[in-house]
């Protein structure tokens, strides 16, 4: 039975180990993912984590994570048990989830699905209707969690640099999120997208057919660009 989805970004900067003095700055948004994440935990502990890459990778239900390659050994798995030998190459919205999971919810179970970047709006909203049924199927209760940024290219010191295309853009994408607008998001374009630096569409098209209709409620918990790059915490229940 699907429950809720939460909507989180996947910065490294979420984990304090890795920002050191600069925590404090990124302190709103880690209190705001950590808000969306404990209350889907009273809900339902058994997640399916959305997000995307270049290509699609398949998640071992048992993977652990590494971010050291960003710079700090901080460890995340996706289910309880024993520690392991760690993927240095698990995808930064697997080491998100996990690492959302470890800190917040450390019962819950987590399916990570890693999509690839170049899917159609109508190939992402055809997978989300089938993970709807799958959740809906399961008589235990799912949740839901999209890992998903914004533009990244808002300001001069962006890690895309600035596009002027942007803030118009992000925009859009920051109304749609605030109000469950299913066709808003469905209507980004993909080469748009990834011109201005939005590695959110495919999990935000995926969570617009997980929708079927419009959300029953919508709660906004983060919606700001720190360095230059979108960032939404929310959460939808159907």
Request: with cysteine; aromatic share 6%; net charge negative.
């Amino acid at each position: 039975m699907f429950t809720a989805a939460i909507l989180v970004p996947s910065p490294p900067l979420l984990v304090p180990e890795l920002t050191g003095a600069a925590a404090a700055e990124t302190a709103p948004l880690r209190d705001a993912v950590q808000t969306a994440a404990k209350a889907l935990s009273a809900l339902a502990i058994e997640w399916v984590a959305v997000g995307a890459a270049p290509a699609a990778v398949e998640v071992r239900p048992d993977a652990q994570g590494t971010y050291r390659g960003y710079g700090v050994d901080v460890r995340i798995a996706l289910r309880p048990g024993p520690a392991g030998d760690p993927d240095p190459d698990l995808p930064l919205a697997a080491l998100t989830a996990g690492w959302i999971r470890g800190t917040c919810a450390p019962d819950a179970v987590v399916d990570a699905r890693i999509l690839a970047a170049d899917l159609s709006p109508e190939q992402c909203a055809a997978y989300g209707a089938e993970l709807r049924t799958l959740l809906d199927r399961d008589p235990e209760p799912r949740g839901l969690v999209i890992v998903a940024d914004g533009a990244n290219t808002l300001t001069a010191k962006a890690p895309g640099a600035f596009d002027p295309r942007a803030e118009g853009v992000q925009a859009r994408i920051d109304a749609a999120l605030d109000t469950g607008d299913r066709d808003a998001l469905l209507a980004l374009e993909p080469t748009e997208c990834e011109s201005l630096g939005i590695c959110g569409r495919v999990p935000w098209q995926v969570l617009a057919g997980v929708f079927d209709a419009p959300p029953a409620s919508c709660r906004t918990l983060y919606s700001a660009a720190p360095y230059g790059v979108g960032y939404h915490v929310g959460e939808w229940r159907p």
